[in-house]
């Protein structure tokens, strides 16, 4: 499956809660600190991630897209996706987690991603 980024998708927090909600997945809301980014990596849990507040920069490596997401963007990264993040100044979104209890670690590298399947 691959990512998928939608700009201008919702208004409200409750949208993105009852989208959450529907699929199946646990929601919660998050402020993000600054951070200088982190390499290519793929979580064991897939994410539906709605920006409320501040810009989230990632980057999908099957297309060497860039994507900017503000708020009212949703972005969906399916489990076992890499993925890389860009450097940001925080942002605050609401997470949809497609598992109750998050695997950790959260962050794994990809030479895991075979040995893990």
Do not use: N
Not at 1 to 18: K, L, N, P, R, S
Not at 19 to 33: L, M, V
Not at 82 to 106: C, D, N, R, W
Request: hydrophobic residues 30%.
């Amino acid at each position: 499956m691959a990512i998928v980024v939608q700009h201008g998708y919702f208004d409200e927090d409750q949208q993105a809660f009852d989208e959450i909600q529907k699929d199946g997945y646990y929601g919660s809301k998050f402020d993000a600190t600054p951070s200088g980014g982190t390499p290519i990596h793929w979580h064991d849990v897939g994410m539906h991630i709605y920006i409320t507040e501040g810009t989230f920069r990632f980057q999908d490596p099957a297309s060497g897209k860039v994507h900017e997401c503000v708020a009212g963007t949703r972005f969906d990264i399916p489990e076992r996706t890499l993925h890389i993040e860009e450097e940001h100044h925080g942002y605050t979104a609401i997470a949809g987690m497609s598992k109750a209890e998050v695997p950790q670690p959260f962050v794994r590298p990809p030479e895991e991603l075979d040995r893990d399947a």
